[in-house]
């Protein structure tokens, strides 16, 4: 392949090996469930300490900024349904090594984030049965849910599916509750009224700056479900439904929790960070076992998790190797199932996890940064490649702009000026200014080993 061609022929049938297993009940609970993430849960309590009640306004600013982007991949995603989702895009649009590159990096992202998930799940089951070990319960896990992917891929969205069905069940429920005492017509509670919104700004700028860039990370994985639709049995209609409705699922599940939050819990309540934001919002409500009955869903959250990022990281896995940019064993397909991918990516996950008891303070730790920022990596090449793919798409196949990105071109250079501005925002954090330098020193990594492959490859 040329190295000036940008390819008109990668990946429109990278996944011709692959089964057609998930139904759109699936596809559907997927994505309305991989809006609520572990992030939301476990990650956001730090956010409200430094920005207090702006953090509505952080979930706010980066939940636009993530509408946009799923809009560019949906966009996309619609007129050329691919395992690869964006990876399989960039190489469309750019060319090989920016594929190679987005592909793997987010394959690095994912198999490390099986780690962390499976870590998380593991402290609330061994604070539920002190004594047993952490490890053990982690790698029960990653058996599980390995096995479930090794299966089939139907295995993988009916997990999926009654994991959302809890999780939606149960922000639904928290929401219902915390309108219900603001209003006051809750039951034993009093309405706090706007009392704990009065000091809006309490660490001024800086402080709604870490807001925001906690709130960006927490929206990591809703492109998950542009992978799924391309094993679903209609991906166009998936992915059209999935990022049509995107806008609402983020401004009720993100805004709206955050925006109860904030009003029913004092911002600086210590039970904010300790208990996690929403246990501290339940016991303000006096609810008899908010605490248990959270620490339920926050872990049916990370095990979910685990179970999309291993099934996301054997995707994108197989369909680089489908398109040349990785090792061929990992593209093996039996019973529709790249099982060899599937194996890799949970055992990656696992040696995540043995590094962080090992090697806590350099290795494990040098990894972490050096996914810290990856999302925002990946993002700018969606942006990118959605400017470039959508004028070929409408001077060549016109028929499959299903879905359109709105405003084009407009909006998708508003959507790179608020990624660069996170950029800048991170450099001026010293913690995030590290995962900034680490997650750009992999790209460019990638970027040149992408480059040489793309090289070789134009000489053969």
Not at 232 to 254: C, D, H, Q
Request: hydrophobic content about 55%; aromatic content about 10%; charged content about 10%.
């Amino acid at each position: 392949m040329p190295s000036s061609t940008t390819t008109e022929t990668p990946p429109s049938t990278d996944d011709v090996s692959l089964s057609h297993g998930l139904k759109q009940r699936h596809l559907s609970m997927i994505a309305l469930g991989g809006v609520i993430g572990a992030g939301l849960f476990v990650g956001s309590g730090a956010g409200i300490a430094a920005a207090g009640p702006s953090i509505v306004v952080a979930y706010a600013l980066s939940g636009l900024l993530v509408m946009l982007v799923m809009r560019m991949l949906g966009e996309m995603s619609a007129a050329y349904p691919s395992s690869g989702s964006f990876s399989a895009h960039a190489e469309r649009a750019i060319g090989p090594w920016a594929g190679f590159t987005a592909g793997w990096a987010f394959w690095v992202l994912l198999c490390t984030a099986v780690g962390l998930e499976g870590i998380g799940a593991a402290k609330i089951v061994s604070g539920w049965l002190p004594g047993t070990p952490e490890w053990a319960w982690v790698a029960l896990f990653m058996v599980v849910f390995c096995g479930t992917n090794l299966a089939a891929v139907k295995n993988f969205g009916e997990f999926e599916f009654w994991f959302a069905a809890l999780k939606v069940g149960a922000i639904t429920l928290f929401l219902a509750l915390g309108v219900l005492a603001i209003l006051g017509i809750l039951p034993g509670t009093d309405s706090p009224g706007a009392s704990h919104l009065t000091d809006f700004l309490p660490n001024g700028g800086e402080g709604l700056v870490i807001g925001l860039l906690a709130s960006v990370f927490a929206y990591g994985g809703l492109e998950t479900v542009t992978i799924a639709a391309a094993e679903s049995e209609n991906p166009v209609k998936g992915v059209a439904s999935a990022v049509r409705t995107a806008m609402w699922r983020i401004a009720l599940f993100y805004v709206g929790s955050m925006a109860v939050i904030v009003t029913l819990v004092p911002w600086n309540s210590k039970e904010v960070v300790e208990k996690g934001p929403y246990v501290a919002a339940l016991d303000q409500l006096g609810i008899p076992g908010a605490g248990q009955l959270m620490n339920v869903v926050v872990l049916v959250a990370l095990l979910s998790a685990m179970n999309a990022n291993i099934y996301g990281a054997s995707r994108i896995a197989y369909s680089l190797v489908e398109r040349d940019q990785g090792p061929k064993v990992l593209g093996r397909v039996s019973g529709g199932v790249p099982r060899i991918a599937v194996l890799a990516s949970s055992v990656f996950g696992f040696l995540c996890v043995l590094l962080s008891y090992w090697r806590p303070n350099d290795v494990f730790s040098w990894l972490l940064n050096m996914i810290g920022a990856v999302i925002l990596v990946v993002w700018i090449f969606i942006a990118v490649s959605q400017l470039r793919l959508r004028r070929r798409l409408e001077r060549e196949t016109p028929e499959k702009l299903v879905v359109r990105m709105w405003a084009f071109p407009w909006l998708t250079w508003v959507a790179l000026a608020g990624m660069a501005a996170v950029f800048v925002l991170m450099a001026r954090q010293p913690d995030t200014r590290v995962q900034l330098y680490s997650t750009g020193g992999m790209t460019l990594v990638l970027a040149a080993v992408g480059y040489g492959w793309q090289k070789a490859r134009a000489r053969q």
